[in-house]
């Protein structure tokens, strides 16, 4: 059975910077699109990046396009998310990810496929605040 652990949250100032990380055992990051999404209070969750399972293809969407940079780490099994120039809006729960049967690393990165991603992690809780 495939885990996921996220860790690497926190608090931090608007303008920060933090790294998260999804700890992957039970299979290989090259064998499963991941992704990162996030949740709000009272909010649905929505993505923020996804990397294929080759790791040469990224997509960030909108919102955290120039700011956040997801990697993979395939020695170790691990991809990171760098979040930069942190803005109050960032402030959720970041989930990692991971699933298969996508056709692009877009139709994952999407809202509407949260129903159908098989593997989630806990989550890691990111504050943004001053």
């Known amino acids: 059975q495939l885990q996921l652990v996220e860790s690497g949250g926190g608090w931090v100032q608007p303008g920060g910077s933090l790294r998260l990380s999804c700890a992957v055992s039970?299979?290989?990051?090259?064998?499963?699109?991941i992704g990162w999404f996030r949740q709000s209070p009272g909010m649905q969750r929505e993505p923020v990046s996804c990397?294929?399972?080759?790791?040469?293809?990224?997509y960030n969407v909108d919102s955290v396009k120039g700011r956040f940079t997801i990697s993979g780490d395939r020695v170790n099994d691990i991809v990171y998310l760098h979040m930069n120039s942190l803005q109050l809006e960032d402030t959720a729960v970041y989930y990692c990810?991971?699933?298969?049967?996508?056709?692009?690393?877009?139709?994952?990165?999407?809202?509407?496929?949260?129903?159908?991603?098989?593997?989630w992690g806990q989550g890691t809780r990111v504050t943004v605040s001053s």
């Open positions: 990810a991971a699933g298969r049967g996508f056709r692009a690393i877009e139709h994952m990165c999407a809202a509407n496929a949260v129903g159908r991603i098989s593997y």
């Open positions: 990397i294929s399972n080759s790791g040469g293809r990224t």
């Open positions: 039970g299979g290989t990051v090259d064998s499963y699109v």
